[in-house]
């Protein structure tokens, strides 16, 4: 199979411009002491970004708002909620989850 | 030894969940850009190169229209600007493993080998072993269901009959869930989560997450001054 070489010049360019804000901060924060503020403001990214994941994942089908029992993964969402927050385990949380929504899927 | 092989398997457990993601996302991903005109190698060879989601369901919907390199690769670096935040996130906790693992180990970073791999390191100190175990065996599964995809294309079947497309929120939420130590978090969820929705909107570009986030933790740290 022939590659042509300026989609090779493309991917190669494409993955360093992911590769360096993924590696630099890693590398050269570990190494020094960061500043308190910093410290507070990266303690609150863990949330903020599973947060800014989820919502339109569950909250959206399609780009559009559809916060209603036709949407299968927020139904999903919602049910499986008292679970994932009572055993914070992922595993269990997916399996329930797919499983609600076949059901969905075959019912509603 | 017996507790470098105990990290190996703990690494690869909790990245089962993410595995369940990836296959049908990279099935997807594989099978358009079949459609867009790539072979199975060229969608392999991007998959191991770039290694980011949502930047290659663009970057292929780019090159299927005919756009040329540069503002694929802006595009691209834009998407990915994110990971910056989950490094410096990760910094702290790579304090522990070697310092030349960490160029190598961050190349794996992506929002789901993120949110996991800070999850496990606020819980205990964790070794190279278990990020490596972890991200490789994502990445593993992310490049081969592209490439498996672009070869098989429509003869794929579809996955969101299963359930699969639950994968990754489920993980999400289940994570989220750990991180509400207190209203303080629960807020900063509630925020953000409101806002990514509000940018998805508002301001094209796939900039939801990151403009999110970075305004949820800012509110956080002015709402920890106020205490």
Redesign the interface.
Known sequence: MKIDLNYIYLVLAMGLVTYLPRMLPATLLSKQKIPEVFVKFLSFVPTAVLSALLFPGVLTVENKLNIGISNPLFVAAVLTFPLAYKTKNMFATVLLGMGIVILHNIFV | MQCKKDEMVFGIK?A??IV?GYIPVGFALGVMAADAGL?P??MG??SL????GS?QFI?VDLLGSGVS?VP??IT??LV?????????????H??QIK?SF??I???F?T?ES???S??DA?ERPLTHVYYFSLYITAYSSWVFSTIIGAALGNLIPDT?????????????????????KNAK?VL??????????FF?YTIPGNW??IL??II???I??FI?HEN
């Open positions: 909790r089962m969940p369940m072979s190698l060229q060879l991007m190169l770039v290694y980011a930047a970057a390199a694929i690769i691209t670096f990915n600007l994110r990971h910056f935040l989950f490094s410096a996130s990760l910094a702290p790579f304090r310092q960490i160029p180990i961050s190349f970073l929002d993120f949110a996991v800070i999850t606020e969101k009959a299963l359930g699969f497309d639950f994968a990754l929120p489920g993980m999400f939420l289940a994570l989220l869930c750990m991180q509400l978090f900063i969820a509630l925020i953000s989560g409101f806002l990514s929705i998805m939801n997450v999110a986030t949820a933790a800012m956080g740290v920890s």
